[in-house]
């Protein structure tokens, strides 16, 4: 089944200690991006990745690192969270970008920082 | 960069009835408008999407209408049902870019 793959799905963690969000997808994709989304705010863009090794900072990336070692993999990388970084997170693959064919999106993951 | 504003937030339907979501953009060259689905606890899916070169598409009970003009596109659901109680949240890619920019959502609610 073609899918994007999120782990964990839920996670609470304390202020400070560093955590990954992992992302897999299984279509091939060239494109990748991570989104938060928060009430009253929508989806927000934080990293997205044009291939291996290209990546860009979206609309928030203050806080966040990723990597894209693998065409598969896109994992989200939070060194120093902090409480507003308390959000519902998706990952998201698209062939050629969503230009073409629109975004899959994972099953989101939910973070709590306290 | 792109603005895209969505209304209603908020939406509330009977069974049956139509409903009617409006988005508007601000970048005119802005050329592919998707729709997503998101229903609790799962991801946004892609439910249907317009090109700008298209003034209006169908997907059985889903419409999408596209106004280059005004810069507005809409989505429409006719004979609604439980099922389609969900978030929706249209989204538009600016010219020279891969990112979606997505509106604030519309919480949709069919009533039985």
């Known amino acids: 089944e073609a899918q994007v793959t999120q782990n964990p799905r839920y996670l609470i963690t304390v202020t400070g200690k560093k955590l990954t969000v992992t992302c897999s997808q299984n279509?091939?994709?060239?494109?990748m991006s991570w989104y938060r989304q928060d009430p009253g705010l929508g989806l927000r863009q934080i990293y997205y990745?044009?291939?291996?090794?290209?990546?860009d900072k979206g609309d928030v990336p203050e806080g966040y690192k990723v990597s894209r070692k693998e065409k598969r993999n896109f994992p989200l990388i939070l060194e120093s969270p902090s409480p507003n970084q308390t959000s519902l997170y998706f990952c998201?693959?698209?062939?050629?970008?969503?230009?073409?064919?629109?975004?899959?999106f994972g099953s989101g993951t939910r973070l709590t920082v306290v | 960069g792109e603005n895209v504003e969505q209304h209603p937030s908020t939406l509330s339907v009977q069974e049956g009835d139509s409903a009617v979501i409006k988005c508007t953009y601000s970048?005119?060259?802005?050329?592919?408008f998707p729709w997503y689905k998101q229903e609790l606890g799962k991801g946004p899916q892609l439910i249907i999407d317009?090109?700008?070169?298209?003034g209006e598409k169908k997907d059985q009970r889903i419409a999408v209408t596209l106004n280059k003009t005004a810069k507005h596109f809409s989505l429409h659901i006719t004979e609604t049902q439980p099922e389609d109680s969900a978030v929706y949240f249209c989204?538009?890619?600016?010219?020279?870019?891969?990112?979606?920019?997505f509106g604030k959502g519309t919480k949709l609610s069919v009533i039985p």
């Open positions: 279509m091939n994709h060239e494109y």
């Open positions: 990745s044009m291939n291996v090794e290209v990546t």
């Open positions: 989204a538009a890619i600016p010219a020279g870019s891969y990112q979606l920019t």
């Open positions: 970048d005119s060259a802005s050329n592919y």
């Open positions: 317009i090109r700008s070169n298209v």
């Open positions: 998201a693959s698209s062939l050629l970008g969503a230009r073409s064919y629109g975004y899959t």
